[in-house]
């Protein structure tokens, strides 16, 4: 069984992992980008989660893109028996 979809634009929000992996393209406000680097070089990439958001294009292009970096929450700690 197969199913098509057809849709006038796909949204997608993305969680990148800022020490490398997949390549995407797009346009980020500056403001935006710098805040996000800031945050990563602040905390290490193992402790933010970049996201981006915005629609979804041909050749993994991401159109009307934006971008924010949050902390991770920390993991809670395991009881210990």
Known sequence: MSATLAAKSIKV????DPAGGRSLRA?????SLRRAQAAVRKAGPEAIAVIVQGK?????EVLEAGITAQPK???PAEAVA
């Open 13 to 16: 929000t993305l969680v990148v």
């Open 27 to 31: 346009t980020f406000n500056a403001k």
């Open 56 to 60: 979804l294009g041909p050749g993994d």
């Open 73 to 75: 929450a920390p993991k």
